[in-house]
């Protein structure tokens, strides 16, 4: 199994409708999560770090299940610009930061 | 505008040059990393420095030869690279604390895409 796994998507997603995934991790050691967002031919940037008793910023809310080993992203509200590929990230000891495979999201008009 | 600089954004070689990739950063940040992303892939993680020693080294082939000569600058060297290696480089870095874990996020470069032929 994969450390951190996600399913791929597409997600199609109506402008202003709500979409939510997951991304799995198999180490159960994992202290830190964070979500990253990438367009095309671009780097990742920060969307949020994932909290234990979960957090939200603007339209984005993010949870952490620790007893079943999985973080959650929930997009409220969808605009175009959503669109992109997001990518959890799972912090190991040592310094190690995992990504997962990513999720793709297009918001459709 | 990004607070981790990547020389150069673009870079052409072939297999039997010898170049260098280039990564700067004034954040104070004591962890640098190196991560290779192919199309349509994740970044794959290449090596780790924590204040300017090698701590990670994802079994990456010798072909690739980091460098950490400061705390702000981190060097990727590469030498008769191959085809497949074409990607795009990211350079990250991320406050070094004491422990274990550090819970902050990495900063990312723009990239270097590389293109071996």
């Known amino acids: 199994r994969k450390e951190v796994e996600q399913d791929p998507g597409p997600f199609n997603v109506p402008e202003g409708a709500t979409v939510a995934f997951n991304c799995t991790y198999s180490n159960s050691a994992s202290q830190s999560f964070f979500w990253y967002r990438q367009d095309c031919r671009k780097e990742p940037k920060l969307l949020m770090s994932v909290y234990s008793s979960g957090n939200e910023d603007g339209r984005f809310t993010a949870q952490l299940n620790r007893a079943s080993q999985y973080i959650s992203l929930l997009i409220r509200d969808s605009k175009l610009s959503d669109s992109a590929t997001y990518l959890c990230v799972r912090e190991a000891a040592g310094n190690k930061l995992t990504f997962g495979g990513g999720t793709r999201v297009l918001v459709k008009p | 505008d990004t607070e981790v600089t990547q020389t150069p954004k673009h870079l052409v070689m072939g297999m039997t040059n010898k170049k260098s990739l280039k990564c700067e950063q004034h954040m104070g940040h004591r962890a640098m990393y190196w991560y290779k992303q192919k199309a349509k892939k994740p970044p794959e993680l290449m090596f780790v420095y924590s204040y300017e020693k090698l701590s990670i080294n994802e079994s990456v082939p010798s072909r690739f030869s980091p460098e950490c000569p400061n705390s702000s600058l981190l060097n990727l060297h590469l030498h008769a690279l191959q085809p497949e290696d074409s990607a795009l480089y990211l350079c990250?870095?991320?406050?070094?604390?004491?422990?274990?874990?550090?819970?902050?996020?990495?900063?990312f470069g723009n990239g270097t895409r590389l293109t071996v032929t």
């Open positions: 990250a870095s991320r406050p070094q604390v004491q422990g274990a874990y550090s819970g902050s996020p990495l900063h």
